[in-house]
């Protein structure tokens, strides 16, 4: 097995140094790339999307519940799967209650969504103890339309913004995985951004995830500056 060579104290500094000039950069890159994702602009949802839950049928925006925002975590699980990949299993293990607690502080609701239907999912989700919340959009159009499930016979086979018939893998469809955020204004649902594939793996914790979205952080030393009233001074030594 190789390992890092050996160097003196003083040698390790100076690699160091130099190696944090490059992670300096990457995380002011990292900063202007999320300004940026939050100034793209939002597409209102006209479609009425209906989802079955532990309590019936919901509606897109009452996934929100009191929250401005909503993340939705894609989960790949088929109407036909006997469980979730182990990819987004993966996911949904490493969610933590501050993870949901910590978003609803920043205004801004978390749940899952799979097109297998809801006894399958709350079977898998008391299975594995999951407690975030989870529904199903069986029989909706809302996985194709957000690229999550490709179908050859309904002409969905675009995922991650381009198209991928490979990856139907010699099926006629199949389940992919990803993230979606909306804004909710009044009584109007906005989609601001999904990501998909490798734009998932940075993912993890309260503030990855609120950088999706299109309020973000709500720092004050965000951009834009007139998203949200800065209420909230945050760390300075964030910021860089």
């Known amino acids: 097995m190789a390992l890092p060579d050996v160097a003196s104290s003083g040698e390790w500094r100076k690699a160091r140094?130099?190696?944090?000039?490059?992670?300096?950069?990457?995380?002011?890159?990292?900063?202007?790339?999320?300004?940026?994702r939050r100034r793209l602009p939002m597409v209102r949802i006209d479609k009425k999307y209906v989802f079955e839950g532990p309590d019936g049928p919901v509606e897109l925006k009452d996934l929100f519940g009191d929250s401005r925002q909503l993340i939705i975590q894609h989960v790949m699980l088929g109407h036909d799967w006997d469980d979730a990949c182990p990819g987004c299993t993966a996911g949904v293990d490493e969610l933590a209650p501050g993870h949901l607690r910590h978003l609803s502080s920043r205004d801004t609701a978390f749940a899952l969504v799979s097109r297998a239907p809801f006894a399958k999912i709350a079977e898998v989700k008391e299975r594995k103890g999951w407690f975030t919340p989870w529904y199903s959009a069986y029989g909706t159009d809302f996985n194709y339309d957000f690229q999550v499930s490709l179908d050859e016979s309904r002409g969905q086979v675009e995922y991650n913004?381009?198209?991928?018939?490979?990856?139907?893998?010699?099926?006629?469809?199949?389940?992919?995985?990803?993230?979606?955020?909306?804004?909710?204004?009044?009584?109007?649902?906005?989609?601001?951004?999904?990501?998909?594939?490798?734009?998932?793996?940075?993912?993890?914790n309260t503030y990855t995830f609120l950088d999706m979205t299109a309020l973000g952080r709500q720092e004050d030393w965000e951009e834009p500056k007139d998203r949200v009233p800065a209420v909230r001074g945050g760390d300075p030594t964030f910021t860089d």
Request: aromatic letters at 10%.
């Open 17 to 36: 140094l130099e190696l944090l000039a490059h992670e300096k950069e990457l995380t002011r890159h990292q900063t202007a790339i999320n300004a940026e």
């Open 161 to 204: 913004y381009r198209a991928e018939p490979g990856l139907l893998g010699g099926d006629r469809s199949s389940e992919m995985s990803g993230m979606s955020c909306f804004l909710r204004d009044g009584a109007n649902v906005f989609h601001t951004y999904s990501t998909y594939a490798r734009g998932t793996e940075f993912l993890g």
